[in-house]
Antibody, heavy 122, light 110 residues
């Protein structure tokens, strides 16, 4: 069964760091485009970052230079290292597998994890 | 204010048809990027409902359909059921951005 399971969320102080993990099963992370999408309380979905199968990384402006997306192929796991956390980073963080467009870009998201909550407190 | 504009809410009686719009621009939907739709229940992860404008993943009822024209896309739910009460999000890409765009979401009330 194709599955994504996130972990690593929790309560963290403003300015702190946290690393989220996303364990994949049923497919290999190294051959997939994978992304992090977050949802602040009572708000909509927001794309955060994507890691392409070839290694290219992309970030939304608000997290660039603070967050780092990576993967460990041997553990078939995706990560999101979050530094200098701010109150507006408070959200449920989902990892998702992206389908690949005709041009090889990350397209829609066909598999989602259950999410892990991050709360940044003053 | 999302780049992809969706109505905050739509409602309909059981059995009726509701349509959710997703209005973009020439740099995203109008540029030829595909539109995808997700269904999300409270406390749950989003689920892919429609991919590449008008395709349903296996297991999605044919009551759900998608379309795209010009700079906009739409999701239609026919034969509305109480179990369709959820939030629905459109998603696409933009030529000026490196990642994905989501609409603000629409709450469907039956």
């Amino acid at each position: 069964e194709v599955q994504l399971v996130e972990s690593g969320g929790g309560l963290i102080q403003w300015g702190g760091s946290l690393r989220l993990s996303c364990a994949a099963s049923g497919f290999t992370v190294s051959s997939s485009h994978l992304a992090w999408v977050r949802q602040a309380p009572g708000r909509g979905l927001e794309w955060v970052s994507t890691l392409y199968n070839a290694g290219a990384t992309f970030y939304t402006d608000s997290v660039r230079d603070r967050f780092t997306i990576s993967r460990d192929n041997s553990k078939n796991t995706l990560y999101l290292q979050m530094n200098s956390l701010r109150a507006d980073d408070t959200a449920v963080y989902y990892c998702a597998r992206a389908t690949i467009s005709w041009f090889g870009d990350a397209d829609g998201f066909d598999v989602w994890g259950q999410g892990t909550g991050v709360t940044v407190s003053p | 204010q999302s780049v992809l504009a969706q109505p905050p809410s739509v409602s309909g009686a059981p059995g009726q048809t509701v349509t959710i719009s997703c209005a973009g621009s020439g740099s995203n939907i109008g540029a030829g990027f595909d539109v995808h739709w997700y269904q999300q229940f409270p406390g749950a992860a989003p689920k892919l409902l429609i991919y590449r404008n008008n395709n349903r993943p296996s297991g999605v009822p044919d009551r759900f359909s998608g379309s795209k024209s010009g700079t906009s896309a739409s999701l239609a739910i026919t034969g509305l059921r109480a179990e369709d009460e959820a939030h629905y999000y459109c998603q696409s890409r933009d030529s000026g951005l490196s990642g994905s765009l989501f609409g603000g979401g629409t709450k469907v009330t039956v």
